[in-house]
């Protein structure tokens, strides 16, 4: 028999639930358990989060936690974390005290434009669209001013709009490239609603609009984060050797892009965790990290490291498109409370928040990697995972945590373990 449905979405939550469970899967009472164990007893909390999406059925927890003493330009946070990889929090916290004898992060925001365009394809010749454009540029702005109207009081609205003739690539294409502020907020319906109505005003019966869509390639929204300190500063065993090999694991990864994408995916550990606590965007922020990485032709190291007169100095930029306000940043109760914890960061702010966690996430992997390996720690952290796999008791816990103090953690080993005690 068919599993198609059609009118799912009218279906109320408990008959989308049976309905599930009855044609995928054999332990009913089970899954409709766990899918129940995570709703909400309040239950207007419960409908918010059913409001976020379509067909929702129950609640995805991760878990949040916190990295404090966090120094970046003389300011004291406390960022909330949303990951579900353990060692993440630990190290963010561990370089982020780390840092904070030695002058803390620096930032700079080094631009905040975005960016939106109307695809098109007009088959004429390309000077009378150019007058085309010419004419309609005054008329393309006031089309938008029912739009733009708010954003304008807040110190936004359209920067420029540019006529791009892309035929040489494509058959009859040709772009509006409009250039945006959008201040506190991440923007994207306020550029895809700038956008469309700029098509519509566009459109002649001689050009067809194909799309009009925000870009998440911001390139031009951009973060810098940086730490420095005098070499013998660092206070690490042998500090030379160790920024030796600091450099070269950097510039592994400005070479070669088997170890950059890895190297970035450490980035992002920090700065998604930071992202999804905020409310924001993790798979823009991600896409457009990653074209960022990618822009010379060739995907790089999104981080750099300089030894010059006995300085060390490690920095990276990132171009990040983020919102304070807007979206579900106010809506969702723990977003909301992590601004708060951050003391309501504009986005100018939050955008050197994350760019600091990606920062100090990867000098933490970096420092791992290149003195004792990240297996260690990492076990060491993932050994509560396995036990909770296990169904270990808390008193199995106690027990196995004190007798992997100092050794090497291995799924085997805890497994080995786990059975010897229940044996006896
Ligand atoms: C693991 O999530 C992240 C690392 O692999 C990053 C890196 O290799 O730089 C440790």
Not at 155 to 177: C, F, M, R, W
Not at 282 to 296: L, N, T
Not at 389 to 408: M, N, P, V, Y
């Amino acid at each position: 028999m068919t599993k198609m449905i059609s009118g799912f979405s009218k279906l109320t939550k408990e008959e989308k639930i049976n309905w599930l469970v009855e044609n995928y899967f054999d332990n009913n009472s089970n899954a409709i358990n766990t899918i129940k164990q995570y709703w909400h007893d309040d239950k207007k909390l419960q409908q918010l989060h059913d409001d976020f999406i379509e067909n929702t059925v129950s609640n995805f927890y991760l878990p949040m936690g916190v990295a404090p003493n966090f120094l970046i330009n003389g300011k004291e946070y406390a960022v909330p974390m949303v990951t579900e990889e353990s060692s993440v929090v630990a190290a963010a916290s561990l370089v982020a005290k780390f840092w904070s004898t030695k002058g803390g992060f620096k930032t700079t925001v080094l631009g905040t434009t975005k960016i939106g365009q109307v695809h098109f394809m007009f088959a004429g010749d390309t000077a009378t669209l150019e007058r085309y454009f010419k004419e309609k540029k005054i008329a393309l702005v006031a089309a938008t001013a029912s739009i733009t109207k708010n954003m304008e009081k807040r110190g936004g609205g359209i920067l420029d709009i540019k006529l791009v003739d892309k035929t040489a690539e494509l058959e009859n294409y040709y772009q509006l490239h409009i250039t945006f502020e959008t201040k506190d907020s991440m923007g994207a319906n306020f550029i895809n609603s700038c956008l469309e109505a700029i098509a519509g005003e566009f459109r002649n019966d001689a050009i067809e609009i194909v799309m009009s869509i925000l870009s998440n390639y911001v390139p031009e929204c951009l973060v810098r984060a940086e730490v420095s300190c005098k070499i013998e500063e660092l206070g690490v065993p042998n500090p030379q050797k160790f920024v030796e090999k600091f450099y070269q694991a950097v510039k592994i990864a400005e070479i070669e892009p088997y170890r950059a994408v890895t190297h970035n995916k450490g980035i992002m550990n920090g700065v998604d965790a930071v992202v999804i606590a905020t409310g924001n965007d993790f798979r823009a922020v991600e896409a457009g990290v990653h074209a960022y990485a990618a822009r010379s032709g060739k995907y790089t190291s999104l981080s750099h490291c300089a030894i010059d007169d006995g300085v060390f100095k490690f920095w990276l930029d990132l171009p990040l498109a983020l919102g304070t306000v807007g979206g579900i940043t106010a809506l969702h109760p723990l977003a909301k409370l992590s601004l708060e914890m951050l003391q309501q960061p504009s986005a100018k702010e939050l955008m050197q928040i994350i760019a600091t966690a990606g920062l100090a996430q990867n000098f933490a992997a970096l420092r791992a990697l290149t003195t004792s390996g990240i297996q260690h720690g990492h076990m060491k952290m993932h050994l509560q995972n396995i036990l909770n796999q296990l169904g270990a008791s808390l008193r199995e816990k106690e027990k196995i945590t004190r007798f992997f103090e100092g050794k090497t953690v291995s799924h085997a080993a805890v497994v080995s373990k786990f059975e010897e005690i229940n044996k006896r």
